[in-house]
């Protein structure tokens, strides 16, 4: 069974920078697609960033591109989301997500991942 957590969220400033964290464990994680995703109040979730599992190919939504970096180190099994020039409404909880086996890599749809985080809460205030 994967598991995944993510963590480094917190309350920032707008125009500050902030990495996000996702830990994998389980199952064959190295191997997948992994993506971030997130939901702010009232709105439904949505995707962000998405990468290979080699981390070669990675796509991101218009709306965090040019700010927002993802990234992965297979040796930890971990994933990265660092994003720059944070804005009001980049407040959200972001998600981390493990893809089902064989897809990828460009996924950007709930329904493409197997494996969710509880979430970790970004806030962003003007």
């Known amino acids: 069974q994967v598991q995944v957590v993510e963590s480094g969220g917190g309350l920032v400033q707008a125009g500050d920078s902030l990495r996000l964290s996702c830990a994998a464990s389980?199952?064959?994680?190295?191997?997948?697609?992994m993506g971030w995703f997130r939901q702010a109040p009232g709105k439904e979730r949505e995707f962000v960033a998405s990468i290979s599992w080699s981390g070669i190919r990675t796509y991101y939504a218009d709306s965090v591109k040019g700010r927002g970096t993802i990234s992965r180190d297979n040796a930890k099994n971990t994933v990265y989301l660092q994003m720059n020039s944070l804005k009001p409404e980049d407040t959200a909880v972001y998600y981390c997500?493990?893809?089902?086996?064989?897809?990828?890599?460009?996924?950007?749809?709930?329904?493409?991942?197997?494996?969710w985080g509880q979430g970790t809460q970004v806030t962003v205030s003007s």
């Open positions: 389980g199952g064959t994680v190295s191997s997948s697609v």
């Open positions: 997500a493990a893809a089902r086996a064989g897809l990828g890599p460009r996924l950007t749809t709930l329904d493409d991942y197997a494996y």
